[in-house]
């Protein structure tokens, strides 16, 4: 097996939910090693896929001998993590400021919703609730309804993924430098950054606040979902014109619907037939239709179904673990990817954790 491109890294986490551990979770498949800190009676006692590749140490931050094995991590760690709003390290007496003097070449990574700045960075909150805020939960309906929540996707885990990121920029850096830096990953700027194909439509006159009415957001015929004759739906992204031209031929609206990509006020009216021509099958028997023609079309997948779908099953894009199904790693690499993780609940002894790291002296208080 080959060497991952983090091995030999060391990532301290503290405990928290969402899109923190996800970040987490990325850094072991790529080989990170990543001890947890949780409080006492919190840790994990089964398989967790969510939480894997992770060895789990109870610690309570009350206690100055806690306190002081938790400081000796992190004076010997790469990198460390932690999800809480501003100023709740800095109590705790693990801020950025006082860990980096001890560990000039720690990469201090900082999850929140709303960043470590601004009126609203004290505030609790939600992928909804950074959604609501950056326009996206408004933008993510159909003309006339109301706003959907998109799960928790976008700025929960596109803000893991971001964290992930930032810390893989320090890293690089760093075997320039020498030395880390603190890193402020908010949700609210990943959601943003998702939405960099909205902006851009906006700033190219092409955008309109009235939901439903734009190209990507179901306003547009030819980039939409419309019901089988079963009860499914069928996707359709026939964007570019070749696609477009694939689609309404098979659908037989080839002449009905010329000319209506294009135009915006033959919209409504193009959905309709659309949406009557996919009403006459079921979505299997599209499906065969649409198989190889170039359309952009393709089944829309219940979660249960995703498993058996054909592609999905010829890249082993879902593997079992602890009996359940869950995501393959990503990217793939073709020397160096990540592997996915053991699921399984590795505890140790906080001491233990501190000794196995070969840090520095203890020091006598970290107050």
């Known amino acids: 097996m080959s060497v991952r491109p983090y091995e030999g890294i060391r990532v301290l986490e503290f405990a928290g939910l969402g899109a923190a551990p996800f970040a987490c979770s990325l850094l072991a498949d790529a080989g990170a090693e990543v001890i947890r800190i949780e409080r006492p009676g919190s840790a994990a006692t089964r398989p967790s896929f969510t939480l894997r590749g992770r060895t789990s140490v109870e610690a309570d931050l009350k206690s100055d001998r806690d306190r002081a094995l938790v400081y000796e991590l992190a004076a010997s760690a790469d990198v460390l993590v932690e999800g809480f709003r501003?100023?709740?390290?800095?109590?705790?007496?693990?801020?950025?400021?006082?860990l980096t003097v001890a560990n000039a070449a720690l990469v201090y990574a900082r999850m929140t919703g709303w960043g470590q700045t601004g009126p609203a960075a004290h505030e609790p909150g939600h992928d909804l609730s950074y959604l609501a805020?950056?326009?996206a939960a408004r933008s993510i309906?159909?003309?006339?309804?109301?706003?959907?929540?998109?799960?928790?996707?976008?700025?929960?885990?596109?803000?893991g993924l971001m964290l992930a990121y930032?810390?893989?920029?320090?890293?690089?850096?760093?075997?320039?430098?020498?030395?880390?830096?603190?890193?402020?990953?908010?949700?609210?700027?990943?959601?943003?950054l998702l939405m960099s194909g909205l902006w851009q439509r906006k700033a190219d006159g092409q955008w309109s606040d009235v939901p439903g009415t734009n190209d990507m957001d179901s306003g547009a015929p030819h980039y939409n979902s419309y019901r089988t004759s079963d009860g499914h739906y069928m996707a359709v992204a026939a964007v570019e014109p070749k696609f477009y031209a694939n689609m309404t031929r098979i659908l037989g609206l080839e002449d009905e619907l010329d000319g209506a990509r294009e135009d915006r006020t033959k919209w409504p009216a193009a959905k309709q037939k659309?949406?009557?021509?996919?009403?006459?099958?079921?979505?299997?028997?599209w499906t065969e239709l649409f198989a190889g023609a170039e359309a952009c079309v393709a089944p829309v997948n219940a979660v249960?179904?995703?498993a058996s779908d054909p592609h999905?099953?010829?890249?082993?894009?879902?593997?079992?673990?602890?009996?359940?199904?869950?995501?393959?790693?990503?990217p793939r690499m073709s020397r160096t990817g990540p592997e996915l993780s053991d699921t399984g609940a590795r505890r140790i002894d906080l001491a233990t954790a501190a000794h196995n790291w070969c840090t520095p002296a203890i020091p006598t208080s970290t107050h």
């Open 274 to 285: 659309i949406a009557q021509a996919f009403a006459t099958r079921t979505r299997a028997e």
């Open 133 to 135: 805020m950056v326009g």
């Open 166 to 192: 930032g810390i893989g920029l320090a890293l690089f850096e760093r075997t320039r430098s020498g030395t880390g830096q603190v890193i402020d990953a908010a949700m609210t700027d990943a959601a943003l």
């Open 312 to 330: 999905v099953r010829a890249r082993s894009m879902l593997v079992e673990r602890d009996g359940a199904v869950f995501p393959a790693a990503a």
């Open 86 to 98: 501003p100023g709740v390290m800095e109590r705790l007496g693990f801020g950025p400021d006082k």
């Open 141 to 159: 309906a159909r003309e006339g309804h109301d706003p959907v929540p998109p799960l928790n996707m976008v700025a929960d885990y596109g803000g």
């Open 304 to 306: 249960d179904e995703v």
